[in-house]
Antibody, heavy 117, light 112 residues
Framework: EVQLVESGGVLVQPGESLRLSCEGS????????MHWVRQAPGKGPVWVSR????????NYADSVKGRFTISRDNAKNTLYLQMNSLRVEDTALYYC??????????WGPGTLVTVSS | DIVMTQSPLSLPVTPGEPASISCRSS???????????LTWYLQKPGQSPQLLIY???NRASGVPDRFSGSGSGTDFTLKISRVEAEDVGIYYC?????????FGQGTKLEIK
């Protein structure tokens, strides 16, 4: 059974940093593009970032470019999102999602990041 | 960025009746490979989104055949032939042709 489990979400102050993790199991993690998608409370999902199978290609939403870094450790079946210079508007539930040819066939339950003073 | 526009935003439906959701994109979602990269998700209350329909009309594994997707270019439709209580939630269309992938605003389906 495919499973994605995010962790690392906490309450932080504006300007602080945080690293999210997403551990995958039940599938060949190193064979898939992986994404981060976030959802602010009461809002729809918003794409954040993606990386290819070996981490050599990365893309970011303009709203996080220069502040967030996506990476992966295929030996640990884990996807990461390093989040720096956090802003109040980064408050959201962060999902990792497995990309199967342009569709998210599996999502994790999400990890909540709250940025507040 | 490709803008995705859904309608209606709220959809009250009587069980057993059909339902239809429209999604329009600001540019064609036709890929060079001939496929159209439009996906539908359902987010049930308190859950992560789940895949319903991919590449415009393909049902994901385990999705009941009362769900169907259609459309081309910039105009797409999700239809539910007979709504059941378990279909309650927010339906999102999403384009995956270009980054940033973008979602529609969501259509909240509720039971009358």
């Amino acid at each position: 059974e495919v499973q994605l489990v995010e962790s690392g979400g906490v309450l932080v102050q504006p300007g602080e940093s945080l690293r999210l993790s997403c551990e995958g199991s039940g599938f060949a993690f190193s064979s898939y593009w992986m994404h981060w998608v976030r959802q602010a409370p009461g809002k729809g999902p918003v794409w954040v970032s993606r990386t290819n199978e070996d981490g050599s290609v990365t893309n970011y939403a303009d709203s996080v470019k220069g502040r967030f870094t996506i990476s992966r450790d295929n030996a640990k079946n884990t996807l990461y999102l390093q989040m720096n210079s956090l802003r109040v508007e980064d408050t959201a539930l962060y999902y990792c999602a497995k990309d199967l040819s342009g569709r998210y066939d599996h999502w994790g339950p999400g990890t909540l990041v709250t940025v507040s003073s | 960025d490709i803008v995705m526009t859904q309608s209606p935003l709220s959809l009250p439906v009587t069980p057993g009746e059909p339902a239809s959701i429209s999604c329009r994109s600001s540019q064609s979602l036709l890929h060079a490979n001939g496929q159209t990269w439009l996906t539908w998700y359902l987010q049930k209350p308190g859950q992560s989104p789940q895949l319903l329909i991919y590449l415009t009309f393909n049902r994901a594994s385990g999705v009941p055949d009362r769900f169907s997707g259609s459309g081309s270019g910039t105009d797409f439709t999700l239809k539910i032939s007979r709504v059941e209580a378990e279909d309650v939630g927010i339906y999102y269309c999403m384009q995956a042709l270009h980054t940033p992938y973008t979602f529609g605003q969501g259509t909240k389906l509720e039971i009358k």
